[in-house]
Each structure stands twice: as C-alpha cells, then as structure tokens.
C-alpha cells in the first residue's frame, strides 16, 4: 500500500530511519542523472559551459506576456498563472541543462542515489538550501509538495507521481521516493524537477485555488509588487543561498524583473516599440517580415536576431475534438486535412517563412517521416496491425501539396471522395449527411487576431467544398475555461517538444488523458496504441530503443488524423534591447530569459 506523506505524516516518517546498505549506497551514490546514457559534465564542473559565468549582475529585464492572469500558481487546474514563480521564485531538487536531451545536476539536492533499475530515487538535501524567509529547506518541504502536486495539482502532476509507491523521510534532509513496480524511467527525472513549496508557509487546504498571494520559495527572486492582471515585479535576493552553485553561475542576473501584461497582441507589439519591454520572441511571419522597420530599430536600440533552432518542432495544427461526433471518422479528419491550402497560406499570409508540419516530433531524429520503420519499431506496432497505415509505415506520407492557386481542384475531390465515403454528399453548395439531411458544420475557437487570420482562410477553403467552420474569437479567460472542460469543436494549438519526449505524452495522448479535464488531450485520443508506445518510450534504456519507440508513436498520431498539421519557423525569431546581451553559444533549448544580463555601464 502507498504510504503518502503530509505536514504531519513527514513529520512521524522523519523518525523512522530507513537503512540503505553503505556499499549499495556508495555504488548507486550520483552527481547527477540522465534520461538515457551518463550526464556530459563531471562531478567538479564549475558551471554549465553555455553560460557566461563572469556576467555582470544588476540592472532591470522587462518582459511581456500576452493576456491576463488571477493567480500565481501554475501547478494547479484552476486560474491563469504565468511562469514567473516556477521561473525565478520556487526551485527543485535538481536542475535542467539546456544543452543535453535531459539531463539533471544538482540544486537544493547536492546528490542522489538511484539504482541501475530505478527502482528508488534518495534526495539528500542541501544543508545550506534556504527559504526566502531564512528557513532550512527541509525533507519535509519536498515530502509536502509531492503530495500537494499528487492530490491537487494538474492531471500531469497527479498521474506521474501515483507511480510512486511510498514516500518516506529517512533524516531531516533526507528523502526516499520508492518507485519499485513502475517502468516509468523518467520518473526519477520529473520527482528531481518538482517544484518545492516551504510547507510552514503553504496552505494545504487552499492549495488548488487561485492565489495571488506570493509563494515563499528558495529561489534567487522574491515577488514585490503583483498588479492583477497588469503587472508582476520581482527582485533578486541578495542573501540566495545558491549563488555559487555550479548550476547557477551565470545565470538570474538581473537585479529587477518586470513582466508586463497586454490584452491585445498589436498593443504589445506597439508597447516594445516604444521601449516598454525588452525582449521579444516574435511568432507573427508577416510582423517579422514587414513589421521591424521603426525608429528603435533604424538607430540601433533594437536588435534583431535569427537563431538556429535545435531542439524538435512539435506540432502546430487545428485539432479535431474527436468527442464530437462530427470528428468521429477518421476518413472526415482526413479530408479536412486534405482541404488545408498551406502552400497558398504560405504564400499570401506568411510571407514563405514558414516550413510545413509533418511530424509529431518534426527537424529531429524521432520523425519518421522519410523514414522506413526499423525492425525494433515493427515489434512495437506488431499487437497492433491496424493502428499505422501503410504509407505511414513506409515513411512516404506527407501531408497533401497543393497547387499553391488557393482553388486546387484536385485537393478537393480528394477530400470530397472521402467525405462521401465517411456519409457526407455534396448538394446544392452545402455537404449534409446521407442519413440525416444535416448540414456539415462546426465551430472553429480562436483565442487571437493571428489565429483568427488563419481559421477565416481556413473556413473560406472548406466553404469550397460544402463545409460550414464558423471562426470564433474569444477571450483568454473563456478560452481557457473551454479548453479545460473540453468545449470546443476545433482549436488551433501547438505542442511543444523536447529532445526527450516522456511523460507529457501521457497528459496530451492517453486514453486516460481524454477523460481527465484539464489534460492537454484536446484531440480525445482513444487508441491502445498510442498507451502501449508511451509506456515503451518511457521503458527504453537506451537511446536507440528510445528513437524507434518516438517514431512508431509518431506514425500512430499521423495515422489518426487527430490534426491538421501546419507549421514552424525555421528559426527562433528574436528582437531585444541593445543594451542586452546573452551567451555566445546557444544551447540545444535556446535562449530563456534567466540567460541574459545588461550590459555595464
């Protein structure tokens, strides 16, 4: 039976001691872990290569956020919080490289013991870790959040940490997660990056409210002035505990952070013109292309920088909500998928910056696209015989090519053929329903003008063929409710993805996930396929397993339609203040904000 630990179960547990043999504990005694293979840097590393460990400290970063916000914490279900306490306020017991696949070394942790099995992970906490308010981190902090996050935080949190078996505090800086009876591998990993909230100073029984109460964390900054829904402040401590941290040399080197709101996105843009934020990650092609030619640019107080991206694409599309019986038919997915004019959108909208989407983990080695499956990925799919389409399998899919014309004539028959086999005949203009004489029609949920742009292009093509898609825009705050309670036709909405996909996969894919509200299965994905190819990504011991488990779960996705797929950039797009600097080499994640200083004056 899981024993779990609370405020004061921790407190009982920290008086049983829990023996490790001293030879298993030496042998299983970590600097630090990695995903898949040995962690890159040594014991003695001094900092994380990338960075600038001599950069001067001080001056001010102003960001900005489009939207609102009523909380400040993201870990649970309810309100809008933006990144700003996980970011620069709360920490974990270990810390991320930007420039391994996943990679972790030490933080409020100074070392773990772990097993070749994985079978537990042992935390040993940093005497020196401190709260902002001066108090110890202790094993019970970590012990509190873990429970917090498993009984009220998101359904990634919940469904990950209800792997572990029982939780217990072997000392008071000393804590034992016992994973024996998952085959989760990263697990290990996603205990090592939890956030750790100061237990005397968390209300257990309010935790999944929304809260604009400032969290006491261990981190380099503490919230100062938070304006609802305008504004949040932070400034950087000057008693951190981890200053000279190997893992945090180089970085938090501003002395204030701002990040500043705005509802409308040309209002924000207009705002960095003017100098009112300092650094912007431009997702608009046509703003990229036509938009920089200002004053601040011409004289140099703005830069703008293209930098290569490493890491995979993700997946952009318009996602079906296979809930609705509408979207129900793969062979209707498939059509209006087929009815997608990106050529002509490219074109016309974009300027031709944009590369098109065909995979789940697109411009990285996991894609199968192009690629033929490989013997270990046919074992995977083998219990499966239907879950992958041939010319998926084959690696010769790729998502439909049109004439560029806008009206491709032969894009359309296609798409009408398969909607006829799916039960749709077109007559009159209108596609209706052989059975029912009901039109073919559904609502398209946007949350801004950029999006809006897109889906009326989208909606003037499926017109064309007899489909009604009525283009909705909303507010951030019903958007959000709408996607959590999943009630929605179609959205457009973009995956993000690591060089080490894992567990995410389970909150986006599972069959679980689709029933969860608040998951990121937005699709309703249903497929034994997709459980069993998760559950083997995360089983995999080494990289090449790990490869072929990626590709056979992305040939399942591509084969389920569960998206109109779109596009990426080619590169991250940046604009910032002149007076910014940042690290010469880019790492494999790219360049966040905690990357930078200011110039000296």
Same mark, same amino acid.
């Given at each position: 039976?899981?024993?779990?630990?609370?405020?004061?179960?921790?407190?009982?547990? =920290?008086?049983?001691?829990?023996?490790?043999?001293?030879?298993?504990?030496?042998?299983?005694?970590?600097? =630090?872990?990695?995903?898949?293979?040995?962690?890159?840097? &040594?014991?003695?590393?001094?900092?994380?290569?990338?960075?600038?460990?001599?950069? &001067?400290?001080?001056?001010?970063?102003?960001?900005?956020?489009?939207?609102?916000?009523?909380?400040?914490?993201?870990?649970?279900?309810?309100?809008?919080?933006?990144?700003?306490?996980?970011? +620069?306020?709360?920490?974990?017991?270990?810390?991320?490289?930007?420039?391994?696949?996943?990679?972790?070394?030490?933080?409020?942790?100074?070392?773990?013991?772990?097993?070749?099995?994985?079978?537990?992970?042992?935390?040993?906490?940093?005497?020196?870790?401190?709260?902002?308010?001066?108090?110890?981190?202790?094993?019970?902090?970590?012990?509190?959040? +873990?429970?917090?996050?498993?009984?009220?935080?998101?359904?990634?949190?919940?469904?990950?940490?209800?792997?572990?078996?029982?939780?217990?505090?072997?000392?008071?800086?000393?804590?034992?997660?016992?994973?024996?009876?998952?085959?989760?591998?990263?697990?290990?990993?996603?205990?090592?990056?939890?956030?750790?909230?100061?237990?005397?100073?968390?209300?257990?029984?309010?935790?999944? !409210?929304?809260?604009?109460?400032?969290?006491?964390?261990?981190?380099?900054?503490?919230?100062?002035?938070?304006?609802?829904?305008?504004?949040?402040?932070?400034?950087?401590?000057?008693?951190?505990?981890?200053?000279?941290?190997? *893992?945090?040399?180089?970085?938090?080197?501003?002395?204030?952070?701002?990040?500043?709101?705005?509802?409308?996105?040309?209002?924000?843009?207009?705002?960095?013109?003017?100098?009112?934020?300092?650094?912007?990650?431009?997702?608009?092609?046509?703003?990229?292309? *036509?938009?920089?030619?200002?004053?601040?640019?011409?004289?140099?107080?703005?830069?703008?920088?293209?930098?290569?991206?490493?890491?995979?694409?993700?997946?952009?599309?318009?996602?079906?909500? *296979?809930?609705?019986?509408?979207?129900?038919?793969?062979?209707?997915?498939?059509?209006?998928?087929?009815?997608? #004019?990106?050529?002509?959108?490219?074109?016309?909208?974009?300027?031709?910056?944009?590369?098109?989407?065909?995979?789940?983990?697109? $411009?990285?080695?996991?894609?199968?696209?192009?690629?033929?499956?490989?013997?270990?990925?046919?074992?995977?799919?083998?219990?499966?015989?239907?879950?992958?389409?041939?010319?998926?399998?084959?690696?010769?899919?790729?998502?439909?090519?049109?004439?560029?014309?806008?009206?491709?004539?032969?894009?359309?028959?296609?798409?009408?053929?398969?909607?006829?086999?799916?039960?749709?005949?077109?007559?009159?203009?209108?596609?209706?329903?052989?059975?029912?004489?009901?039109?073919?029609?559904?609502?398209?949920?946007?949350?801004?003008?950029?999006?809006?742009?897109?889906?009326?292009?989208? =909606?003037?093509?499926?017109?064309?063929?007899?489909?009604?898609?009525?283009?909705?825009?909303?507010?951030?705050?019903? +958007?959000?409710?709408?996607?959590?309670?999943?009630?929605?036709?179609?959205?457009?909405?973009?995956?993000?993805?690591?060089?080490?996909?894992?567990?995410?996969?389970?909150?986006?894919?599972?069959?679980?996930?689709?029933?969860?509200? $608040?998951?990121?299965?937005?699709?309703?994905?249903?497929?034994?396929?997709?459980?069993?190819?998760?559950?083997?990504?995360?089983?995999?011991?080494?990289?090449?397993?790990?490869?072929?488990?990626?590709?056979?779960?992305?040939?399942?996705?591509?084969?389920?339609?569960?998206?109109?797929?779109?596009?990426?950039?080619?590169?991250?797009?940046?604009?910032? #203040?002149?007076?910014?600097?940042?690290? !010469?080499?880019?790492?494999?994640?790219?360049?966040?904000?905690?990357?930078?200083?200011? !110039?000296?004056?």
């Amino acid at each position: 039976m899981r024993r779990l630990t609370g405020i004061v179960a921790a407190a009982l547990a =920290a008086t049983f001691m829990f023996v490790v043999p001293v030879a298993a504990a030496d042998a299983d005694r970590r600097h =630090a872990i990695a995903m898949h293979g040995d962690p890159a840097l &040594p014991p003695d590393f001094q900092y994380f290569p990338y960075l600038n460990p001599d950069a &001067p400290r001080g001056g001010r970063l102003t960001l900005a956020l489009h939207g609102t916000f009523d909380s400040l914490n993201p870990f649970v279900v309810r309100g809008v919080a933006p990144d700003a306490a996980p970011k +620069f306020v709360l920490e974990s017991l270990l810390a991320r490289s930007l420039d391994e696949a996943f990679s972790l070394y030490p933080l409020l942790a100074q070392s773990v013991i772990m097993p070749d099995d994985r079978s537990f992970i042992t935390f040993e906490i940093n005497p020196k870790a401190r709260f902002s308010d001066g108090v110890p981190v202790t094993a019970e902090d970590v012990a509190f959040s +873990f429970e917090m996050l498993l009984t009220k935080g998101k359904p990634f949190h919940r469904s990950n940490f209800a792997q572990v078996s029982a939780v217990e505090t072997l000392g008071p800086r000393t804590i034992r997660f016992d994973l024996s009876g998952s085959q989760d591998r990263e697990l290990p990993l996603l205990i090592g990056m939890m956030p750790i909230f100061a237990a005397h100073a968390t209300d257990p029984e309010r935790f999944e !409210e929304t809260s604009l109460n400032p969290p006491v964390g261990s981190g380099p900054y503490v919230f100062t002035e938070v304006r609802p829904g305008e504004s949040l402040t932070l400034r950087r401590r000057t008693d951190y505990w981890g200053e000279n941290l190997p *893992t945090r040399r180089g970085l938090f080197n501003f002395d204030v952070v701002r990040y500043e709101f705005f509802r409308d996105a040309n209002t924000m843009f207009e705002a960095f013109k003017t100098g009112a934020y300092d650094l912007r990650i431009e997702g608009d092609p046509t703003r990229w292309a *036509t938009g920089y030619d200002f004053p601040a640019i011409n004289a140099g107080r703005i830069v703008r920088e293209e930098i290569p991206i490493s890491t995979p694409r993700g997946m952009n599309g318009f996602v079906f909500n *296979t809930r609705r019986e509408l979207f129900s038919d793969i062979r209707v997915r498939e059509a209006l998928s087929i009815a997608f #004019d990106f050529e002509w959108a490219n074109r016309n909208l974009f300027f031709d910056l944009l590369a098109r989407t065909s995979s789940y983990f697109a $411009g990285s080695e996991l894609a199968s696209v192009g690629v033929e499956a490989g013997e270990e990925e046919l074992r995977l799919l083998a219990p499966f015989p239907d879950a992958v389409r041939a010319d998926i399998l084959a690696g010769e899919w790729r998502p439909a090519v049109s004439d560029g014309s806008g009206r491709d004539r032969a894009l359309a028959r296609r798409a009408i053929s398969l909607l006829d086999d799916a039960g749709w005949t077109l007559a009159g203009g209108a596609l209706r329903s052989k059975a029912t004489g009901e039109p073919f029609s559904f609502e398209l949920l946007v949350v801004s003008r950029q999006q809006e742009r897109l889906a009326l292009n989208f =909606a003037q093509t499926l017109r064309r063929i007899g489909v009604e898609a009525r283009v909705r825009l909303v507010d951030d705050v019903q +958007f959000w409710r709408r996607l959590a309670s999943f009630d929605f036709d179609m959205i457009q909405w973009t995956w993000p993805v690591s060089a080490s996909p894992g567990n995410e996969q389970r909150n986006r894919w599972s069959s679980l996930a689709a029933e969860r509200e $608040g998951s990121l299965n937005y699709s309703g994905a249903r497929e034994p396929a997709i459980d069993a190819l998760i559950d083997a990504l995360l089983a995999a011991t080494d990289r090449e397993d790990f490869v072929s488990a990626a590709r056979a779960l992305d040939r399942v996705l591509l084969s389920g339609f569960y998206v109109v797929p779109l596009y990426h950039q080619p590169a991250l797009w940046i604009a910032h #203040d002149a007076g910014l600097r940042r690290p !010469e080499r880019v790492p494999m994640m790219g360049l966040p904000p905690e990357l930078w200083w200011r !110039e000296s004056s």
